[in-house]
């Protein structure tokens, strides 16, 4: 059954990439206020919770910034950095995005050359480059608003080369503004390319053995490889991901438990209501309740 905006009933509203008549392809930057304008403009409530299929880069230049991804609140402080993936479920707080001021740089996957966020591991936390890291980072955001800006002066085609160059330098920074920068090896390999199809298939099967058939590895060496990414085996890593969706779900739709369950590819209610319990502490519904406040 479909709803009015075409999506599914139950489902998680989508936010598909519509950038600014003319931004350069691939990619926007847009200041909080900005925001908040083309939210009115195309009847999209911020402060609800969407899944967009592109990337989200807040930072905040000066106030404080309220968000939320996938049940983690967050406060971003000035100086403060938030990457929200696609398809991660996040909402905005519209009094904060009035009060503060910032500039979010949105992208599709893969425009950048270089994007060393793109596979995981990845920190889903703010970050607060100090020191050399506060400087590069913000000399970085400058040079790419500059850019995006200069339209007229050189040819659309080295237009946007600049900016994937200028996107990628400013991603570089921010991965290596944390205590521990990340490992080059861990974005790639078997656990990233366990973690796309687990991110492609997870409805269809729960199970790992399926995953390393069709990838070509054994459990064994999907198993090595996403401890070593993650801390977890390949079983609670995926485990963990129909979860999130389960939790998704069930929060931000209507669906039933059983809806639920068969979107998710379990063959019976009651195997979802088990595998729920088991990994949260509480039934599929006593988690709703609880989650939206309710009684």
């Not at 590069?136 to 994937?164: C, F, G, V």
């Not at 319990?277 to 989650?291: I, N, S, Y």
């Amino acid at each position: 059954m479909m709803g009015k905006n075409g999506q599914p009933v139950g489902a998680i509203p989508d936010v598909a990439y519509r950038p600014y008549l003319q931004a350069p392809i691939g990619m926007d930057v847009v200041g909080f206020a900005e925001l908040l304008e083309r939210g009115r403009r195309r009847g999209i409530t911020l402060s609800a919770p969407q899944r967009p299929s592109f990337h989200h880069l807040i930072h905040v230049g000066s106030g404080a910034l309220r968000h939320t991804v996938d049940f983690s609140d967050h406060t971003l402080t000035e100086g403060s950095w938030l990457w929200v993936r696609p398809r991660q479920v996040h909402r905005y707080f519209p009094d904060d995005l009035a009060a503060a001021q910032g500039t979010i740089v949105i992208w599709q996957p893969g425009f950048p050359t270089t994007d060393p966020g793109q596979g995981p591991p990845h920190d889903p936390s703010p970050v607060l480059p100090t020191g050399p890291h506060a400087r590069a980072t913000r000399l970085a955001l400058r040079h790419l608003t500059h850019e995006y800006a200069d339209l007229a002066s050189i040819p659309l085609d080295a237009h946007i080369e600049t900016l994937r160059l200028l996107l990628s330098a400013l991603l570089l920074r921010l991965a290596h503004a944390r205590p521990e920068a990340p490992s080059p090896a861990s974005a790639d390999g078997p656990f990233r390319r366990f973690h796309d199809a687990v991110e492609r298939d997870l409805c269809r099967t729960h199970r790992v053995g399926d995953y390393a058939a069709a990838l070509g590895y054994s459990v064994r060496t999907l198993t090595r490889a996403t401890r070593a990414a993650t801390g977890s085996s390949a079983k609670q890593y995926l485990d963990a991901r129909i979860l999130l969706e389960a939790k998704r779900l069930l929060v931000h739709t209507e669906a039933s438990s059983a809806e639920i369950a068969g979107r998710l590819g379990f063959a019976d209610p009651g195997d979802f209501t088990k595998f729920f319990r088991v990994r949260d502490g509480r039934t599929p519904l006593e988690f709703r309740t609880v989650a939206r406040g309710v009684g």
